[in-house]
């Protein structure tokens, strides 16, 4: 399957990706709001006139942060190159309760899990350039890893996009929403709607 689908970039990247990125749901965005909520709690009756700042620069920077992962996303899938795994080195993370993703193949798993969350040192090779991701999770299997062709030392592992991809014979990407997105769309609007909200009724 994999040596089937070794079509040479640029490779036609979806509008589904750009839709996907906007809307995935991000924990470490949200855990930025949330320390913002206890930050203009706490300021909202001695700062008043400093809420207004604190809404803007929280949108901006979750903004550029989310427009930047889209661009490297769409870069990846673009000129990405199908890279050849060599080893796999695995520790353990600690424990945690996590909405993992884990790839075989192609094939992406997104659930909830409980227990050990790992981190594998992934080395590859794409063409005669060599590199090395880390992947954190569940232990990587045989997940496909893209290499970006302009950059072989940067790479993703397929696990790592926010939609489901397979790349045809002609060098064209399929991209589908994973079950259950839409609500972590609603999730992901609802925390910006937020931020917006606060922005306009602290100018107001």
Do not use: K
């Not at 798993?109 to 880390?134: K, P």
């Not at 992947?135 to 045989?142: A, E, I, K, Q």
């Amino acid at each position: 399957m994999l040596q089937s689908v070794r079509t040479d970039p640029p490779h036609r990247v979806p509008p589904t990706v750009l839709v996907a990125g906007a809307t995935v749901w991000n924990r470490r965005e949200a855990y930025w709001f949330l320390i913002a909520v206890i930050v203009l709690a706490a300021c909202w009756s001695r700062y008043p006139t400093q809420v207004p700042y604190v809404f803007a620069f929280v949108l901006l920077g979750a903004l550029v942060f989310r427009c930047r992962s889209i661009a490297w996303w769409v870069s990846v899938l673009r000129w990405g190159v199908i890279a050849d795994v060599e080893t796999v080195d695995t520790a353990l993370r600690g424990g945690r309760n996590l909405r993992l993703a884990h790839a075989t193949g192609w094939n992406v798993q997104r659930r909830w899990y409980t227990g050990v969350i790992t981190e594998s040192a992934v080395r590859y090779r794409a063409g005669d350039a060599r590199g090395h991701l880390f992947v954190r999770g569940l232990p990587f299997t045989t997940g496909v890893v893209l290499a970006h062709s302009r950059q072989p030392s940067s790479a993703m592992a397929i696990s790592d996009f926010p939609c489901d991809l397979q790349l045809d014979g002609r060098g064209r990407w399929a991209a589908a929403l994973p079950r259950g997105f839409w609500l972590q769309a609603l999730a992901t609007a609802a925390l910006y709607g937020y931020g917006v909200a606060g922005l306009i009724i602290s100018l107001g």
